[in-house]
């Protein structure tokens, strides 16, 4: 889990949340986007600067995300 501004940016592995990027409200818990990873994250695999999200996968890949301008 990673808190970026607002938002609680979870991703998990299949037996949590089923190889998920969800981005939660930190005000009222609502789903505010989410998306299937093709590969769980690593332990502790987010980290959020820049405007940006960066996950590292089980299979070693390091993913960049930018958000919506």
Same mark, same amino acid.
């Given at each position: 889990m990673? @808190?970026? +501004?607002q938002t609680l @940016? =979870?991703? #998990?592995p299949p037996d &949590? =949340? +089923?190889a998920? /990027?969800? #981005? &939660?409200?930190a005000a009222n818990g609502?789903? /505010?986007a989410q998306t %299937? @990873?093709?590969d769980p994250?690593?332990? %502790? *695999? /987010? =980290?959020? *600067? *820049? *405007?940006k999200l960066y996950l590292v996968d089980?299979? +070693?890949t390091v993913t960049c995300l930018a958000g919506a301008k």
């Open positions: 990673v @808190l970026a +501004g @940016l =979870i991703a #998990g &949590v =949340i +089923g998920k /990027l969800r #981005g &939660v409200s609502r789903t /505010l %299937d @990873l093709p994250p690593v332990f %502790d *695999g /987010l =980290i959020a *600067g *820049g *405007g089980r299979a +070693g």
